[in-house]
């Protein structure tokens, strides 16, 4: 519930001069005034419960103003009625929530009710002179100018609304992605020297283990067994440390002009060589659509799309559709990677490219840390639309002119 607001005071104010004056009249009505009050009931209520949040919504308040403005002209005095102007508040509703058409059609409406009037007039008895007919022309037109009007102002203050509502979205968008490549920065500082450092104790393991396991006795089988799996271990941590480190380094780009149709293509064949013989019943589809070649670096690409591919495959169990589609938007051209799998949490789609984020029981977190880095590279921009249960888009835009 809102709270309420000056324009509301006002509404009250002037509807309530109204029904002062209904009262000192020396015949008043109880309908006119009961009429005036549910107008201002329905005015101030409008804003407040967002009755005209969508089309329909504005539609009934609007019809349920006219039937309330047609009464109150008809209980005084018809055509000739002083609350005439009363037909104003539908026909700036409906110029302020609908199109033009809307309000064309509305205000049409509404001076069609008014004028209906002179259909109760008895022309045998009474005659309308041409001042009389002016005035009528007059009021009907003074509608339509003030709907036009009205109906101007609402819809670029909506285009206005939009725009800051887009600028607001861009701006968060950017502050994200400041705030990101500061940690990127701060964490490959940091890290560089730490993974120099844990390569130097690593290299002193492995040669221990590797002698140990020349100087042990044959029939030491134990001793021959934990000296491999220490090997295996140091070469597992330098592996990551490895890839750690390519992390954080600069990725100059290789660029070259290529078909970025072939470089999907070519991810896909790798998925579907990788992941041969597991179990379940995965569809892939390939939706490709027409692009221009233009100057990437499809090396860099093509890991990408393949890590995509592959976190998509396994978010999904046993069976499920996996799709990779391109096509062309503006001055960029898009690759989506969509899943029916298990989705993402909404409070982890934040953190879902951030390095050392993983939701894999046995993931490192380095995956879509690195396709964000190749895409930023690349002057891209990579998001991610998903709710868990219902699957993940993954879609990267890449601008087709550097």
């Known amino acids: 519930m809102r709270k309420i607001r000056g324009t509301d005071m006002v509404w009250l104010f002037f509807l309530g001069a109204l029904a002062a004056l209904v009262v000192t009249k020396p015949e008043h009505s109880a309908v006119e005034w009961m009429m005036l009050l549910a107008l201002g009931a329905i005015q101030i209520a409008e804003a407040h419960l967002e009755l005209s949040s969508d089309t329909i919504g504005s539609a009934l308040v609007i019809a349920l103003k006219l039937a309330l403005c047609y009464w109150l002209v008809a209980e005084t005095g018809g055509v000739e009625s002083s609350y005439y102007l009363i037909f104003w508040l539908p026909i ?3 110029a302020s929530n609908l199109g033009l058409g809307g309000t064309l059609l509305n205000t049409l409406i509404s001076s069609a009710l008014y004028l209906s009037f002179l259909l109760l007039v008895d022309f045998e008895t009474n005659y309308i002179p041409p001042e009389g007919q002016r005035e009528l022309i007059v009021r009907v037109l003074f509608f339509f100018l ?7 102002f609402a819809t670029e203050n909506r285009a206005k609304t939009e725009r800051l509502a887009q600028a607001n979205r861009e701006l968060r968008e950017a502050q994200a992605e400041v705030q990101r490549s500061e940690r990127l920065a701060a964490l490959g500082q940091l890290s560089a020297g730490l993974a120099h450092e844990i390569r130097n104790p690593l290299g002193v393991i492995s040669a221990s ?3 140990l396991e020349k100087n042990v006795a044959a029939e030491n089988a134990v001793a021959r067994e934990v000296s491999g799996f220490i090997r295996s271990e140091v070469h597992r941590t330098n592996d990551l440390v490895t890839r750690f480190l390519n992390f954080t380094r600069p990725s100059p780009l290789q660029r070259e002009t290529a078909s970025l149709n072939e470089v999907v293509r070519r991810a896909v064949s790798q998925l579907i060589e990788q992941v041969k013989g597991r179990d379940g019943n995965i569809e892939i589809k390939e939706d490709l659509h027409e692009l221009p070649k ?5 090396t860099l690409i093509e890991s990408v799309v393949l890590n995509l591919l592959l976190n998509g495959y396994e978010a999904m169990t046993a069976e499920g559709t996996l799709a990779v589609r391109t096509r062309r938007d503006g001055s960029m051209a898009q690759i989506e990677v969509i899943d029916s799998g298990v989705g993402i949490k ?3 789609l934040e953190n879902i490219f951030n390095p050392f984020f993983t939701t894999k029981p046995t993931g ?3 995956g879509l840390a690195m396709v964000s880095k190749f895409v930023d590279s ?8 998903s709710k868990a249960g219902e699957g993940a888009t993954f879609r990267v835009s890449l601008p087709l002119e550097t």
């Open 378 to 385: 690349h002057g891209g921009k990579i998001s991610v639309n």
């Open 346 to 348: 909404e409070d982890q």
């Open 294 to 298: 233009f100057s990437f670096d499809a």
């Open 92 to 94: 700036v509703s409906a």
């Open 209 to 211: 283990a590797e002698i």
């Open 364 to 366: 490192v977190g380095l």
């Open 146 to 152: 003030s709907a036009i009007l009205v109906n101007r």
